[in-house]
């Protein structure tokens, strides 16, 4: 039973880590380039998990996830919002728009799959 | 900073994509930097900015590259205010932009393993001077409303870091600390020591920053287990503590130590539930797919980047040589059907004609992976001129034109360099200043002009400007200065190459922009080396337009060959101006066995290629061989062969690499008999040529 995650981010070098890492975990991971892009990636698929950036160019991550719960198959699919802001006002924002989580990047390869894994196992 | 890496993973498998990734937000950067009108900036503009800075800092931060960190951190910081409307965009603030991206590229090209190491002052002024934008807007701010960062609540922090050993040494913790700078001013503890090294660090910090988050910084900086953070006092200042941070922290389930938190009770998590159990879920939302089900989605799934892939230089380098063997043996193969019955053979004819287009095909697609657009090039410009013009105090447009000519990739970086000392040449000499401008009655404002097109299986560059244009008996008395050969009645066109001369360019003229050692001549040099060639067309204050016309693409030649006696030479197509068989009363003989050939009244030098390469030649009557005349920057020669073979395209192999470097040829090549070919290199043939001449006479 393989597990896909959606990973969302502008930065190439990101999704290649996160995809690279989690798909060593045993995950299946699909990329986006932005909020736009994941929100066409993730319309019509089973997604287990959605990591997504925050600041990106087209939509933001935080409109996608307000889009994406609005969607009804990913009304309670786990969103990790990954910022390299940990401020408060970011954390209050990001479950506002209904994120699941938040984590810090940039995040150690192992700490994600950790971390994934407390998430949907 | 320490690298908060797993052993088992090996980082710099991702450095390239970051490096790549980066210098694209670097350079777009500094495009949007170059066009934004600093008055009405677009909003977008300004988050494409940011955006940029923010995603290098991601990276940097990824691979512990500390200092490309710290200088992206402050530009974020900087452009985060600008974009949000609380910061001015000020000329100033572009600059320093400008020049972080320089020492940014710097850092990059460093850390790539080219180029040479940023001295660390360089990127702390940069940050200095960028903290320094905040540090006077936050004073205007603060003496505006009385609120502000002031209003926050103040806690002072105590930060242990140990012990230290060798995994992590005392000077991890000083990079851990230069990033913990913005939250606050830090101060080392001072311990006492029992005379051995210490095996701990401790510091202090009066900060904003709750515990919580310096947990979530530090969480990946440093392994959890070598660094403790404790609350030594709290120091309300300016009122209660912010309400905001305080609920948002309670709300937050945070697990600060692992940079991670959850907004939900961790118990409702698909992890912690039984499969298929999740409330309010459509059902099946979250269970697991089914593989079959992934196998057919799975092709589906392209990543970020389908438009386009990144592949190395070298691979495609591989692919056109390997298409270059495959033309050559495709023109073998032709050759020898050739010979065949083409009645009997018609299959075989039909498959090799079909070989040939396909072939033919596949190379010109090979090739088009090579070129690049020219916008490449012309980027750059923009601020080259800015800077230059700045420093010139004129007052300059750029104009760019075909950005989007293609040329093979080698010989567009070869051409920057060129056309920089053109560019600047314009900049410097060319235009005149904006009093001189207006005083002639022509617009303040001068004009520089890029442009790229494609002619033939050429590109011609132009970099044109309407300065004052070239002043011929300026020109006529500085060379006569120089002590160089001139006359008054040399044609214009023979007066304006005089500026490619070497030693031209002259003490008096060496400017802090240009004429700095590298003359003109340089320029000419490094074009014909790239086998193009330079024009120049002026106009007395009206400008001077300099094209460069330069051949697609190094790897493939249209040429001419020649036999001279048992051997084959290739003359490249483009540097023939004319072939023909001369009667014996068109030949002149001069002094030392040196020929002059009379070609509609002009008598040019004759040269022949079997006594220049040293090989036998089957013909030794002119009028019984065939003269080749060749034309180079102006000057012609009559090359001297046994006959013509034919024309084709060649692929051209490198005799430098594959051999050594010859005088008088440029390169080699294998013909469809699979014997190997010399392509002569032109310009040596016809100076050699001249020169024989000019001792003769």
């Known amino acids: 039973m393989i597990r896909t995650i959606l990973a969302v981010d502008d930065s190439a070098t990101i999704r290649q880590m996160v995809a690279f890492t989690l798909k060593g975990a045993g995950y299946e991971v699909l990329e986006a380039s932005d909020g736009q892009d994941g929100l066409e990636k993730a319309k019509g698929r089973q997604v287990s998990l959605v990591l997504t950036d925050q600041n990106m160019p087209r939509m933001d991550g935080l409109t996608m996830i307000r889009s994406l719960r609005g969607m009804p198959e990913y009304r309670s699919v786990p969103i990790l919002v990954l910022t390299t802001e940990s401020g408060q006002d970011m954390k209050a924002r990001g479950k506002a728009a209904g994120a699941t989580g938040w984590l810090v990047k940039p995040f150690d390869p192992r700490r994600l799959v950790d971390v994934v894994k407390k998430i949907i196992g | ?697």
């Open chain 2, 1 to 697: 900073m320490s690298n908060p890496t797993d052993d088992s993973m090996d980082m710099s498998q991702f450095h390239g994509v970051f490096f790549d990734e980066a210098a694209e937000h670097l350079d777009r950067m500094e495009g949007l930097l170059l066009e934004i009108d600093i008055t009405s900036a677009d909003t977008e503009q300004l988050n494409a900015i940011f955006r940029a800075a923010h995603s290098i800092k991601g990276g940097a931060a990824t691979f512990g590259f500390t200092d490309v960190t710290e200088l992206t951190h402050e530009m974020e910081t900087v452009f985060d205010k600008v974009r949000k409307g609380e910061m001015a965009l000020i000329a100033d603030l572009v600059d320093v932009f400008l020049a972080s991206g320089d020492t940014l590229k710097a850092l990059l090209a460093h850390r790539r393993g080219d180029g040479e190491a940023v001295p660390l002052e360089e990127v702390e002024a940069l940050c200095l001077r960028l903290r320094a934008f905040l540090a006077s807007e936050e004073e205007r701010e603060g003496g505006a409303s009385g609120t502000g960062r002031g209003g926050k609540a103040r806690q002072m922090i105590e930060l242990a870091f140990g012990p230290l050993d060798e995994g992590f040494a005392s000077k991890s913790v000083d990079g851990v600390i230069a990033d913990l700078a913005d939250f606050g001013k830090l101060e080392e503890m001072v311990e006492p020591q029992d005379g051995g090294p210490a095996t701990q660090r401790r510091f202090r910090m009066l900060t904003e920053v709750s515990l919580s988050d310096m947990n979530d910084t530090l969480g990946f900086m440093v392994s959890p287990d070598k660094v403790k953070v404790s609350l030594v006092e709290e120091q309300a200042q300016g009122g209660e503590p912010s309400a905001t941070s305080a609920g948002a922290a309670s709300e937050a389930t945070s697990v600060g130590d692992e940079g991670f938190g959850l907004f939900v009770d961790a118990a409702t998590l698909p992890a912690n539930q039984p499969v298929s159990q999740p409330v309010g879920v459509v059902s099946g939302s979250v269970t697991p797919i089914k593989p079959a089900a992934k196998a057919t989605q799975a092709p589906a799934a392209p990543s970020g980047e389908a438009a386009s892939i990144r592949v190395s230089v070298d691979k495609v380098d591989q692919l056109i040589n390997l298409v270059g063997e495959l033309v050559i043996t495709q023109a073998m193969l032709a050759q020898t059907a050739s010979e065949a019955d083409p009645v009997l053979y018609e299959a075989l004819f039909n498959g090799l004609a079909q070989l040939q287009r396909n072939t033919r095909d596949l190379q010109e697609s090979a090739m088009s992976i090579r070129m690049m657009p020219m916008s490449f090039v012309f980027s750059r410009f923009p601020r080259v001129v800015r800077d230059v013009a700045a420093k010139l105090g004129k007052d300059v447009e750029l104009q760019t034109i075909g950005e989007g000519t293609e040329l093979d990739k080698g010989l567009i970086e070869r051409i920057i360099d060129p056309l920089t000392h053109l560019v600047r040449n314009s900049l410097d000499h060319g235009l005149e200043s904006p009093e001189e401008r207006v005083a002639k009655g022509k617009v303040r404002k001068g004009t520089i002009t890029l442009r790229a097109s494609h002619q033939g299986g050429s590109i011609v560059i132009e970099v044109s400007d309407d300065g004052r244009g070239l002043h011929r008996s300026k020109i006529l008395g500085k060379a006569r200065e120089r002590g160089m050969e001139v006359s008054d009645d040399m044609t214009d066109q023979d007066v304006w190459k005089l500026i490619f001369e070497a030693g031209f360019s002259t003490a008096d003229q060496i400017t802090d922009v240009s004429g700095r050692g590298v003359g003109m001549d340089v320029v000419r040099r490094n074009i014909q080396e790239m086998g193009g060639r330079v024009e120049i067309e002026t106009t007395a204050d009206i400008g001077t337009r300099i094209s460069i016309k330069l051949p697609l693409t190094l790897a493939i030649l249209d040429g001419m060959s020649v036999r001279v006696g048992e051997e084959v030479f290739i003359i490249p197509l483009a540097y023939i101006s004319e072939s023909l068989q001369p009667s014996p009363d068109a030949m002149r003989s001069l002094h030392g066995n040196q020929h002059v050939v009379a070609v509609r009244g002009d008598y040019l030098p004759v040269l022949s290629l079997a006594q220049a390469f040293n090989v036998k030649a089957d013909v030794e009557q002119y009028e019984k061989g065939i003269l080749v005349i060749i034309e180079s920057e102006g000057a012609k020669t009559a090359l001297f062969v046994d006959s013509l073979v034919g024309q084709n395209q060649v692929v051209i192999k490198s005799l430098e690499t594959n051999y050594r470097k010859v005088s008088g040829i440029s390169g080699a090549t294998i013909m469809g008999d699979g014997r190997v070919a010399m392509i002569v290199d032109v310009a040596y043939l016809v100076g050699l040529a001249n020169s024989r001449l000019d001792k003769a006479a």
